[in-house]
């Protein structure tokens, strides 16, 4: 790899330098506006979207209540948000030993709504970079005042949008309906919330912006460590470029590359590098200099793809990409985890029982021969129907004694009761003996748990 530069957003004398990235329009740039569209429509739809009842996608951490494609996952499911997260934290390595920071360039929210929404806005209304430039450099006018009026007006909407969106994602939709319809003062918690995140997701907008990426993002760390030579990133050919030089007419440039050195992958980066200095953490292969790059020639008719999605093995050997060991490593796993993952989720009950006996207590001699032990049951309904619930011992010997009975569950809660396991003593053989009961959904079995019983030894 060539030379590497750091700290593109910072001036010699420690000060920050602020970035007015161009925009050049090419099909990478279409083909990311396409996809932020998609994804943003999403974004703002899903937590309105309800399919029987549930909301698409929930992710209420206060209520342990999630809500994955319209399927409600409880506490008892966690594990399957472990194997969840761990199958998603697997394909990030693996893009990333591929492609590099693609997820960052092509969907990471902050990128789509940082080029493809909030800098749109600031070029509608302030101009282009220069333009941009100067006007921030400038005094206070009326003609300064207004735009950065209106600006900063649709920053703060915007946000105000995103805040509300993304509390739809935790509290739920209908919640936040509420806040927003009822006064203040019946949800102040919910009111401060959404505030606080407006005034976060503006600040990050406006002030912080990419340094998000380049400071505060742990992923782009972590991409120094996973990249390998093999991987396909977006990179200068410095082969075909080197060494680089403007045209002049009137002299015979024989000996110069294809790069005429206009600095445009510089003015349009996000992050302000110099992708011709090689791979560097703040790049995010938003693929911005390779639209600039090709329509320079374009003009200079030069072939494209001075700047393009290579490896380094791909720039140094002239080979086209190829599938690696560590590449097919990983798939491998993914697979594995995507498989284990189904199963769990297909074979994941809408019932769920734990039945515990009750810490502390001993067995007690209940008069007919009988042993009996106290225990709680936690019942959990799972489907957006009230289920009448009921358990039964597999043996006809065992008796079940109710202190609290059981009712009908009502959908997506939680009941508790209790009761008494009564066992004939002469079917106890050891001082732990497992007892098997059936779970009832109305008149239909719906599978058998088992527990343990204490008791004496005969």
């Not at 937590?47 to 951490?61: D, V």
């Not at 430039?133 to 649709?154: N, Q, R, V």
């Not at 294809?258 to 110099?274: E, S």
Request: aromatic share 12%.
């Amino acid at each position: 790899m060539q030379e590497i530069t750091y700290h593109s957003t910072v001036e010699a004398t420690g000060k920050r330098r602020w970035l007015y990235p161009l925009v050049r329009k090419d099909r990478w740039y279409q083909y990311r506006s396409y996809l932020s569209y998609f994804l943003l429509l999403f974004l703002f739809a899903a937590p309105h979207i309800k399919i029987q009842g549930h909301q698409f996608l929930l992710f209420n951490i206060i209520d342990r209540k999630f809500i994955l494609f319209s399927h409600v996952f409880w506490p008892q499911d966690f594990f399957i948000f472990v194997l969840a997260t761990l199958l998603f934290l697997v394909c990030i390595v693996l893009f990333t030993i591929a492609f590099g920071r693609v997820f960052c360039g092509w969907v990471c929210p902050q990128t789509i709504f940082m080029e493809m929404v909030f800098r749109r806005i600031e070029i509608w209304i302030e101009g282009e970079p220069a333009a941009r430039k100067k006007l921030d450099e400038g005094p206070w006018t009326s003609d300064k005042i207004i735009k950065k009026t209106i600006k900063h007006s649709l920053f703060l909407l915007i946000s105000f949008l995103i805040a509300n969106t993304f509390l739809a994602y935790i509290i739920g939709s209908d919640e936040l309906i509420q806040i927003m319809i009822e006064p203040p003062a019946q949800h102040l918690v919910g009111f401060i919330g959404i505030w606080i995140f407006t005034l976060v997701f503006y600040l990050v907008f406006t002030k912080v912006r990419e340094l998000v990426c380049i400071v505060a993002c742990p992923y782009g760390r972590l991409q120094g460590v996973m990249l390998d030579k093999n991987s396909l990133v977006v990179a200068y050919n410095y082969l075909r470029g080197e060494p680089r030089g403007r045209i002049k007419k009137a002299e015979k440039q024989e000996n110069l590359g294809d790069c005429v050195d206009c600095n445009l992958c510089v003015a349009v980066c996000p992050t302000g590098i110099d992708i011709r200095k090689g791979t560097q953490l703040e790049c995010v292969n938003c693929t911005a200099c390779i639209d600039a790059c090709d329509q320079v020639m374009d003009k200079i008719h030069k072939p494209r793809n001075l700047i393009g999605f290579y490896s380094e093995e791909m720039i140094k050997n002239q080979t086209s990409p190829r599938f690696t060991s560590r590449m097919k490593a990983y798939t491998v796993i993914i697979l594995l985890l995507a498989s284990v993952l189904t199963y769990f989720i297909m074979s994941r009950k809408d019932i769920d029982i734990t039945v515990l006996r009750a810490a502390g207590m001993l067995y007690q001699e209940q008069p007919g021969g009988y042993i009996s032990n106290l225990y709680h049951a936690e019942l959990i309904n799972k489907t957006t129907e009230k289920l009448n619930i009921s358990i039964k011992p597999l043996d006809d010997r065992i008796k079940i004694k109710w202190i609290q009975a059981v009712n009908d569950v009502e959908k997506e809660s939680v009941s508790k009761t209790t009761f008494f396991l009564l066992v004939p003593s002469n079917m106890i053989k050891e001082t732990k003996t497992n007892i098997s009961l059936d779970v009832y959904r109305g008149k239909e079995k719906q599978y058998t748990i088992k527990t343990n019983f204490l008791g004496p030894v005969n």
